[in-house]
């Protein structure tokens, strides 16, 4: 497989549409958590309410940020933890790699990070020597299939079940092949067991946090799994991975924020799992890890702090703006060939890797509008990508045709009567060709529209010049 | 069928008629309806020759200046009127909502493009919310599917309206998509520059008309309509698709895509209006 990359979205999105067995997991993916996202919305009153009180901390908190981020810092340091600062994915990867060098790591166990795919960990980590065992199941199947994440909380939305069944049987040999891995709770149990003995083995786990509490210096994660429980307690090392935006002021606004994450994610009214650390074990405490880090990725974030994309940090990485977009609906989450797919992808990814490398992403909306009607912090997701596109123009990145084509456009509508005068040929000449049958199947320049669907005939003669007539008409008919 | 007593008929605004490009390079037989149905809501139209595009095109594209001048060329032609009405949810949205935001923080286009949007509206909500229309004299036989396009419904929160207007259409039977506020995959330059995406909505939304057992699909926005049509056309359906307009004001030209619409007069045009 050549390296997806959000250059070639164009095609990778048309590979996407041809791929099969991508395509029934999509529909099958497109109707569930459409679904229950709703129900659970209807079933809370005040979800609303919910939504704008999640928007209230996180913009309090964001005006604030250099202070909660020192707070929560000095908690995690008072507490006997080490907090990291990463500029980029590669320092990011220099300190986990010291971490577990200091502790003589060979097996280290993953929850679920997207910030640890920010930094391309995991074949980092196996150059080194180090072997990384994800523990999250989609994780799981999709580090034996050799691929990224296709979605920010269901990273195997891709796969079908069958796939999965495959993929053990190549993988988890020593078993009979001729075992029974038709259903899900099948294949449940066989990782489970291969699971095991990996968590007893790693000497340090790794997982990311979905909030950084400031008033106590806590990481919480939320899980359906436990894996996330279980790779931060039983290794002597847990290092969390986070960015800038986990960060809230207290538990309690971490507690609203997971009423929306749950419902807007998969329709639950709480994640099954609820996990808070706040360093490493005390004296006392029957178990936890002796080593506490975490590491704070920027990667570009701070030089979106302050611009008018600062309201993408609210995210909370719920993925209901991927669930709901038609276009990720249709092309599924590699074809963005970024780290971050959808909407919220579609925002982030020219921050991280810059507007040259991800332009294609931002355009490749129809505005429809319904990831900003979902996203439960309300970010304004269609206006940040015509601010991309706005940068793009700005910097003349995008197409020449397209901003010649756009050159006239405004040229010429800006001046109706010369406009008209042009249209009135143009119409007039489709609409002969169109004449017999109601719609054009070609016409020169318009190949995008007319390779899938016919081009409908104009009715001859514009608006404006039909109504002057019959304005006249009318004059007359009075004198 | 006139307002009803709720909308003081007593006053006749004078509405302006933002006509949009592509009803008027494609389809004028949208703007004569909607001048009739503006009309039979009492209004006094009018339509300003200095009009062509809204900027949407421009806008959407990261071209703001250009947005700008031609939005400035809008808000002067359309500022002077009662009201400001669109056949689109999508032109009269990129007026009612994206104006004041595409003048944010100037001194004297801000205030201008603020008062321009709050009395711009789409069509059909605007003979139901404003002028408290609850019933058109149209007849129809036909079994529609309504699409509700994307800015229409989110924008412009246009969604009862048009299925209040379409049930007093005598002979027109209602039946709702599986999955209605899922986007057609027009989105402007969009369903040109990302072709096969865009196919792959357009090819949902069409299944998705066609298992309603509709024999006609009706839209508020041509750009859908066209979309849609182009596409039922090209698989060989017979589902007829109208402008909601068309509709309501009567039928008067063959359904968008066909050369001949059974059952209604065709031609349609210029002298056709009240
Ligand atoms: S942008 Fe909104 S909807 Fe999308 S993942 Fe973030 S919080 Fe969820």
């Known amino acids: 497989m050549t390296e997806l990359s959000p250059a070639r979205f164009n095609e990778q999105a048309a590979a996407a549409l041809k791929d099969a067995p991508l395509q029934r997991a999509l529909g099958n993916m497109r109707v569930g958590f459409i679904e229950k996202r709703r129900k659970a919305a209807e079933k809370l009153p005040e979800f609303e309410a919910l939504r704008d009180a999640g928007v209230a901390i996180k913009t309090h908190t964001l005006a604030h940020l250099d202070l909660y981020l020192e707070a929560w810092e000095q908690k995690v340091v008072d507490g006997g933890g080490r907090v990291h600062w990463a500029r980029d994915a590669e320092e990011g990867r220099r300190i986990v790699l010291d971490i577990c060098r200091a502790a003589s790591a060979r097996t280290v166990t993953k929850g679920k990070s997207m910030i640890g795919e920010e930094m391309h960990l995991n074949p980092f980590l196996e150059a080194h020597g180090i072997e990384p065992v994800e523990t999250d199941l989609g994780e799981y199947i999709i580090q034996l299939r050799r691929e990224t994440p296709s979605h920010i909380i269901a990273p195997a939305i891709h796969v079908n079940k069958e796939q999965v069944a495959d993929a053990f049987r190549e993988h988890h040999t020593g078993l009979p092949p001729d075992r029974a891995l038709d259903e899900g709770p099948d294949l449940l149990a066989e990782a489970r067991t291969q699971l095991r003995d990996r968590f007893i083995a790693a000497d340090v786990g790794i997982t990311g946090a979905n909030f950084l509490v400031a008033e106590t210096g806590s990481s919480i994660i939320v899980t359906n799994e436990g894996n996330g429980d279980l790779t931060q307690t039983l290794p002597r090392v847990h290092i969390v991975l986070a960015s800038l935006e986990k960060i809230v002021p207290t538990l309690e606004d971490a507690t609203t924020l997971m009423r929306l994450l749950a419902r807007s994610a998969t329709g639950q009214e709480m994640s099954v799992y609820t996990t808070v650390s706040t360093g490493p074990r005390r004296e006392g405490d029957p178990d936890g890890p002796a080593e506490y880090h975490v590491i704070l990725l920027d990667n570009g974030r701070s030089d979106l702090y302050g611009t008018e994309f600062q309201e993408v940090f609210r995210c909370i990485r719920c993925g209901a703006c991927l669930n709901h977009c038609p276009v990720y609906g249709a092309i599924g989450g590699h074809a963005y060939g970024t780290v971050y797919p959808g909407p919220i992808g579609k925002v982030l990814s020219p921050a991280l890797m810059g507007i040259d490398a991800a332009g294609k992403l931002p355009n490749a909306s129809s505005f429809c509008g319904r990831c900003e009607e979902v996203c439960p912090m309300r970010i304004p997701l269609p206006k940040l990508m015509r601010h991309w596109r706005e940068e793009e123009f700005g910097r003349k990145l995008s197409p020449a045709a397209v901003r010649r084509g756009l050159g006239l456009w405004a040229w010429a509508v800006r001046r109706p009567a010369l406009y008209r005068f042009g249209a009135r040929f143009a119409i007039a000449g489709m609409a002969f060709l169109g004449r017999r049958r109601g719609h054009l199947k070609a016409l020169p320049l318009a190949g995008g529209w007319t390779a899938h669907r016919n081009l409908p005939a104009p009715q001859g003669g514009t608006f404006h010049d039909l109504w002057r007539r019959r304005k006249s008409n009318r004059r007359r008919d009075r004198r | ?274």
């Open chain 2, 1 to 274: 069928m006139p307002a009803s007593p709720t909308a003081s008929p007593a006053e006749s605004p004078t509405v302006a008629l933002f006509v949009t490009c592509l009803v008027d390079l494609f389809r004028p037989s949208v703007g004569f309806a909607a001048v009739k149905l503006l009309e039979q809501a009492g209004c006094t139209v009018e339509v300003p020759s200095a009009q062509a595009c809204c900027g949407q095109p421009g806008y959407n594209s990261g071209d703001r200046e250009s947005a700008q001048a031609i939005a400035k060329g809008v808000i002067a032609a359309f500022e002077g009127y009662d009201y400001v009405v669109a056949p689109s949810g999508s032109c009269g949205g990129m007026i009612a909502k994206h104006y004041p935001e595409l003048f944010a923080g100037e001194p004297v286009w801000q205030p201008r493009a603020e008062a321009l949007a709050a009395k711009t509206h789409e069509l059909v909500s605007f003979l139901v919310d404003i002028r408290g229309m609850t019933a058109v004299g149209s007849r129809l036989e036909a079994v529609c599917a309504y699409h509700d396009s994307c800015s229409s419904l989110r924008e412009m929160k246009v969604q009862a309206q048009p299925r209040l207007l379409l049930q007093s259409v005598d002979g027109l039977a209602l039946r709702e998509l599986e999955a209605p506020e899922v986007c057609c995959g027009f989105g402007g330059a969009f369903c040109v520059k990302y072709p096969d995406i865009s196919n792959a909505m357009v090819a949902d939304k069409t299944a998705d008309i066609a298992q309603t057992g509709a024999d006609t699909v009706l839209a508020g926005d041509l750009g859908c309509l066209m979309n849609i049509a182009g596409k039922l056309s090209r698989e060989g359906s017979k589902i007829r698709a109208w402008h909601v307009a068309e509709v309501l004001a009567g039928v008067e030209a063959p359904p968008i895509a066909q050369a001949e619409a059974p059952g209604s007069r065709g031609g349609g045009g210029p002298g056709d209006g009240p």
